[in-house]
């Protein structure tokens, strides 16, 4: 979340990396090592000297420092490195420092104010020492990752990688390695302690000791549970001696800034400010017990408040993100959100009366108990009414004025306060607030959605719409209309989004064609996902004029960068090839792909996003096109290659995740296709033991429903197409509508439900509304007779509470939903797509091959006699050997598959229509229309 956030600093409306805001004052040296090079990346300036070399890796030394001393220690540093012949960097500026060491800034890069890059043990020994003693007194932050130098409060080291060393991953981003000492690759790990790699020995300080289970005691508590990590310190459960349950809040030293003030000088206000409080009013604050220092950091101990915040409160018990409630069921959770803000607004009529206004009225800092009795904690910004406004508060709960540095000062403290109670009360009813802030029409709509089911009480609403801000001009039809000619208006609601998404290209923006999610500057701005390729999808299924110069600027990148892009089908070269292939760009598609069997993740990772099951699906779809045996052969390989079982689980990611994207599902939609293409059934009952296999990640949800769980790690169960209901059922609804299993069936009618929630924070294709109308009007084609989903003419609707009208279109935020979205994942595309497939039935939307099969879906597997491939040996070694080839048995039964596939696809009636028109009726219609 705090990573996401520093997306959000360059760019008003879209997502951009935090080193394109301005660094405020820039930190240089005051006399610059003379002759060195000078280089600015990031956040970082770089300072080299002349024919030097920097080792790939060693032991790093960092300097910390506090604001106010900054300069200063640069000097220091700067002057030493310059004497020993040691590269170093630092912070650029001011606002890079503030960001890095604020409260929400990253743990494992806080303090680190400079980084030296001694090429040997005994130079980095002379720098520590030199450093010591000259900065000896001068107090910084303590790096977490590192361990501190002797008695200096501000020197530190850690053994890692000096020049930038990654490993891709399957999603795209890429994992910062080194090399252990047998020279193999390993991750260079960042977690906020100190680590040392297998059979590296630190040889500037004490052997480490094992980690014990020990309780952490010291000042008469004992730390039972962490709470809340930060940057700017934890928050913690604690007992005293007399087993009483304490809170504990932390501050560390010279870190978690806000503004000018540091951690601990908010920590002492806000104990001066409970203190006062509990005796004024003694129930409003929590009790503040006592304020201590130990070692450098500072300890705020207050009674323990049960109960869970009120963000964690509305998503455990909102039914408006459950399928099927009953209104009386609304009916009931809204009284109990007006007994909440009831509440909260009789606690600040208090707080106000006393002389205070709290400042920072958000979900985070209010508890719900099990009886929904509310109380306020965390009131660090809590400051006088008198006072010109202090600390900021939380983003969308916090007036517009209150942000701008030239009105700040004149913002009275009360109309924040005001402000905030009107945005939690819209939160109770739905969270949408910068989506209102931007386009105040969508309120409306969720209005007229909630009004359909049960609407809110009219209090309630009332106090939502103070915040509103007023509409000058109606931009998107009004919630009647919609109603009343709701496939016209999905009609205007798509033509506009293209509209929009068509002008929102930028050839001339050197980090992206199209505006992404902040992921997408994460991985790649080139891919399906998050880049111009999902984009092109998007506008190409809507039958809109593809620019060819963006065409151009595509090719001439991906195949530039095509060494270093991961092979997927979402995130990789994969499927960039299927798109430039549907564009007529057949040379460099093929050039993608070969580059994409190349790919170490192609055998490692077995998912339909990033690993095999996606690069296989890019080789029928070329098999289909091109009649290339070559290509059915490779699919069924890399398919064939991956384990069954708990031996899959290491290539489904890290903590063993589920889902569309990465699990399970994805891998058996590419053996749906496999089994389809070859008429064999060996394919298609693998898919269907995935399927199966996929339900250990399955959690019921509220009205007989059911979810799937993220990942062994992340156990948050999602109804959503990328992870959860929506992607699960998009890939049993082709097993099932080509031979009927029963208690599949009765499992499908279970899953299907969550994907019929009108009431999802972002719009998005993967993680939203987009993808649960997409697989709605998928299912409805296929089992028209069902009634288990019904309303599909106004299922789009639903995305109106999500639309942001301007004069260029409709466009839509992405990512989390703070910044406006092209990409196909989270922004307008993947919108775009779903509302053409709901328009128009689109075939095959999501890189799916149904158009392909129209004339074997009836057909019974009948393998034929088979050879070998006649395609040259270096087709067949692409990954360098085929262990599948030495098993006869294996070998024998792909080869099978392939030569029926070949031999079913030289009838006219199997090859694709209208030289890849992707905009023809859906497959699941027309098989009823033939009937």
Not at 252 to 262: K, L, P, S, T
Not at 586 to 605: I, Q
Not at 675 to 680: E, V
Request: aromatic letters at 8%; glycine letters at 8%; a negative charge.
């Amino acid at each position: 979340m705090a990573q996401d956030t520093a997306f959000t600093f360059a760019n008003p409306d879209f997502y951009e990396p935090f080193d394109r805001t301005d660094p405020g004052r820039r930190y240089n040296p005051t006399r610059p090592p003379e002759g060195w090079t000078r280089h600015e990346f990031e956040v970082w300036t770089q300072w080299t000297p002349p024919n030097s070399a920097v080792p790939a890796q060693g032991w790093k030394v960092h300097v910390s420092s506090a604001l106010g001393s900054a300069q200063q220690v640069l000097d220091v540093v700067s002057a030493a490195c310059a004497e020993l012949g040691v590269s170093f960097k630092h912070l650029t500026g001011r606002q890079y420092f503030l960001w890095l060491h604020g409260k929400h800034g990253s743990r494992v890069q806080s303090g680190k104010f400079c980084a030296l890059y001694p090429p040997t043990p005994q130079l980095a020994y002379a720098l520590l020492e030199r450093l010591e003693r000259e900065l000896s007194g001068v107090a910084g932050p303590y790096v977490l990752t590192d361990r501190r130098f002797g008695a200096s409060q501000c020197v530190s080291y850690r053994y890692g990688s000096f020049r930038a060393r990654y490993r891709l991953q399957p999603d795209g981003t890429r994992e910062s390695t080194m090399l252990a000492l047998d020279g193999t690759e390993v991750p260079d790990e960042r977690r906020p302690e100190f680590l040392l790699p297998a059979g590296v020995v630190d040889p500037f300080g004490p052997v480490a000791e094992a980690d014990g289970d020990d309780e952490v005691n010291f000042h008469g508590y004992t730390f039972e549970t962490v709470l809340q990590p930060s940057n700017a310190g934890g928050a913690y459960r604690a007992r005293r001696a007399d087993g009483t349950t304490v809170f504990v809040k932390e501050a560390r030293a010279h870190n978690g800034y806000a503004g000018n003030e540091d951690a601990q000088c908010r920590l002492r206000r806000e104990y001066l400010t409970l203190r006062a409080l509990h005796a004024a009013a003694p129930t409003l604050a929590p009790e503040p017990l006592e304020l201590f220092t130990e070692w450098e950091h500072t300890f705020l101990v207050t009674e323990f408040l049960p109960g869970r915040t009120l963000i964690k409160w509305v998503v455990a018990n909102s039914p408006l993100i459950q399928a099927g409630q009953d209104p009386e069921v609304l009916a009931a959770h809204y009284r109990r959100c007006t007994h909440i803000l009831d509440q909260l607004a009789a606690q600040l009529a208090v707080l106000h009366d006393l002389g205070y206004a709290f400042v920072d009225l958000s979900p985070g800092n209010i508890l719900v108990d099990d009886d929904d009795t509310v109380r306020l904690i965390d009131f660090e910004a809590t400051q006088p009414i008198d006072h010109p406004l202090g600390m900021l508060g939380t983003p969308g709960y916090e007036p517009p004025e209150s942000r701008s540095p030239g009105t700040r000062s004149s913002v009275d403290p009360l109309r924040v306060d005001e402000y905030a109670l009107t945005a939690i009360a819209q939160l109770l009813v739905f969270p949408m607030h910068e989506t209102v802030r931007r386009s105040p029409e969508t309120l409306d709509h969720l209005h007229a959605e909630l009004a359909e089911r049960c609407p809110p009480p009219q209090e309630l609403w009332t106090v939502a719409l103070r915040s509103r801000p007023a509409v000058d001009e109606q931009r998107m039809p009004s919630p009647a209309e919609v109603r009343s000619a709701p496939r016209d208006a999905t009609r205007w609601l798509r033509d506009r989004t293209a509209e929009a998404l068509e002008r929102m290209v930028d050839l001339d923006n050197p980090r992206w064609t199209y505006p992404t999610a902040p992921a997408g500057h994460r991985s790649n701005t080139r891919c399906v996902a998050y880049g111009t390729a999902g984009v092109l999808h998007a506008l190409r299924a809507a039958g809109r004029e593809i620019d060819p110069r963006v065409v151009e600027r595509l090719r001439a990148l991906a195949l530039r960068d095509a060494a270093t892009t991961g092979p997927g089908l979402l995130f990789g070269n994969a499927g960039i090839a299927w798109v430039l292939d549907d564009l007529g760009e057949r040379d460099a598609a093929v050039t993608l792909l070969d580059e994409a069997d190349r790919h170490r993740l192609t055998t490692e990772s077995a998912g339909w996003g990033g690993g095999a099951a996606g690069v296989a699906m890019t080789h029928l779809s070329f098999f289909h096109r091109t009649g290339d045996q070559h290509h059915l052969d490779q699919a069924a390989r890399l398919l064939d290659a991956l384990p069954d079982g708990d031996a899959l689980i290491p290539a489904l990611g890290r903590d063993h995740q589920s889902g569309l994207v990465h699990g399970r599902p994805g891998i058996a939609l590419a053996l749906y296709y496999l089994s389809m293409f070859t008429g064999m059934e060996e394919p298609f009952e693998r898919g269907l033991r995935l399927l199966r296999d996929e339900l250990r990640h399955a959690e019921p949800m509220p009205v007989a429903a059911l979810g799937f769980r993220v990942s062994d790690a992340d156990r948050r169960n999602m109804p959503y197409l990328g992870c959860g209901s929506a992607g699960y059922v998009h890939v049993l609804a082709r097993y099932l509508g080509r031979r009927p299993y029963p208690e599949l069936a009765e499992l499908l009618r279970t899953c299907v439900r969550p994907v019929g929630i009108r009431f999802t924070v972002g719009p998005g294709l993967l993680q939203g509304q987009a993808g649960l109308m997409l697989v709605h009007a998928d299912v409805a084609a296929r089992f028209p007779d069902e009634k288990f989903l019904a309303d599909t003419a106004m299922r789009p609707t639903a995305l109106f509470m999500h639309a942001i009208p301007g004069d260029t279109g409709v466009r839509w935020l992405g990512g989390l939903g703070q910044r406006l979205s092209a990409d196909l994942a989270t922004g307008s595309a993947g919108i775009l797509l779903a509302l053409q497939h709901a328009a128009a039935g689109v075939a095959d939307p999501l890189f799916t091959l149904d158009h392909c099969l129209e004339s074997v879906a009836d057909r019974p597997a009948d393998p034929l006699p088979h050879k070998p491939s006649d395609r040259p040996d270096h087709h067949n070694n692409r990954n360098g050997g085929e262990p599948h080839d030495q098993d006869p048995e294996t070998a024998g039964r792909r080869r099978a598959r392939v030569r029926r596939a070949v031999e079913l696809h030289q009838r006219p009636s199997l090859r694709r229509r209208g030289g890849g028109d992707v905009s023809r009726e859906h497959p699941a219609t027309a098989r009823q229309e033939r009937r």
